[in-house]
C-alpha cells in the first residue's frame, strides 16, 4: 500500500548518479522551457532591436511644431472639440516637408502632423550647403513670401513659420520677406511654393546640355574662375 511521500513526490525523478542540475532541465523542458523556445526569444528580441535601430536613424529627422489650433464640429447635440496641428520636418541636409494632423487629443495630432509632413518631403538645392542658389518669390492665398540668398553669417532672417522650415532644411544664411496673410497655413504654403522654384547651377547646365562653368562663365568672369566656381558647387 502506498503511503503519502510516494503519491507527493514529483513527476520527474532524480536517477541515481544525475545531479540536481539535470533534474532541473527536465522540469523546464516539461513546462515548455526547452532551448528552440529560448532560441526564438532571443530572436524576436534581436528583430526588436532591428526595429529600434531603424528607429534611431529617423530620430535624424528634425520635426517642428509651428501651431495648434482649437477646431470644432457641430454634431446633434452640441460641438465637439478637437485638435489641429501643423509640424514642419526634415533633415537638414536639404529635405524638408510640412504636414497637419486633426484628433481629440493634442499628442496625437501631433503625431499624425508629423507622419503626414515625413511622407511629403521634397529635396531643396542649397549652395555651398548654407543658403539658397538664388532669389525666390512664392505665393498661395493671400499669402506672398521673397526669399533672397544671403552670404556667410548672415543668419536666418525670417519670422515664425518661415523659420521653422529654413531650420528644419538646413539654411544657415537667408534673407525673407512674408507680405499679405499672416495665417501659418498660407506662409507656409507659400514658402514651399518658393522652395520648389529653386533650381542649382548643375540641373540647369543637364537640362540644356551644357557645362557648369560655361553658364557661370557669362557674367564677366574669367574662364579659370569659372571653373573654380564649377568645381566648388556640390549640388
Given at each position: ?60 529627422i528634425i520635426e517642428k511644431l509651428v501651431h495648434i489650433n482649437r477646431v470644432s464640429k457641430t454634431v446633434k447635440g452640441g460641438k465637439r472639440f478637437g485638435f489641429a496641428a501643423l509640424v514642419v520636418v526634415g533633415d537638414g541636409q ?142
Amino acid at each position: 500500500m502506498a503511503d503519502e511521500n510516494t503519491i507527493e513526490t514529483p513527476a520527474v525523478a532524480v536517477e541515481p548518479g544525475a545531479d540536481a542540475g539535470e533534474a532541473q532541465g527536465r522540469r523546464g523542458r516539461g513546462r515548455g522551457g526547452n532551448r528552440e523556445g529560448g532560441d526564438r526569444g532571443r530572436g524576436r528580441g534581436g528583430r526588436d532591436d532591428r526595429r529600434g535601430g531603424k528607429q534611431e536613424e529617423d530620430d535624424g529627422i528634425i520635426e517642428k511644431l509651428v501651431h495648434i489650433n482649437r477646431v470644432s464640429k457641430t454634431v446633434k447635440g452640441g460641438k465637439r472639440f478637437g485638435f489641429a496641428a501643423l509640424v514642419v520636418v526634415g533633415d537638414g541636409q536639404g529635405r524638408v516637408g510640412f504636414g497637419h494632423g486633426k484628433a481629440r487629443e493634442v499628442p496625437e495630432a501631433i503625431t499624425k502632423a508629423t507622419a503626414a509632413a515625413r511622407k511629403k518631403m521634397i529635396r531643396v538645392p542649397l549652395k555651398e550647403g548654407r543658403t539658397l542658389h538664388h532669389d525666390g518669390n512664392g505665393r498661395f492665398g493671400a499669402g506672398k513670401v521673397t526669399l533672397r540668398t544671403a552670404p556667410a553669417g548672415t543668419g536666418i532672417i525670417a519670422g515664425g513659420p518661415m523659420r521653422a522650415v529654413f531650420e528644419s532644411l538646413g539654411v544657415a544664411d537667408v534673407v525673407t520677406k512674408s507680405v499679405g496673410s499672416s495665417n501659418p497655413y498660407n506662409m507656409i504654403r507659400a514658402t514651399f511654393d518658393a522652395l520648389t522654384e529653386q533650381t542649382s547651377p548643375k540641373s540647369v547646365a543637364q537640362r540644356r546640355g551644357k557645362k557648369v562653368a560655361d553658364l557661370l562663365g557669362r557674367g564677366g568672369s574669367s574662364a579659370a574662375e569659372a571653373e573654380a566656381d564649377a568645381a566648388a558647387i556640390v549640388e
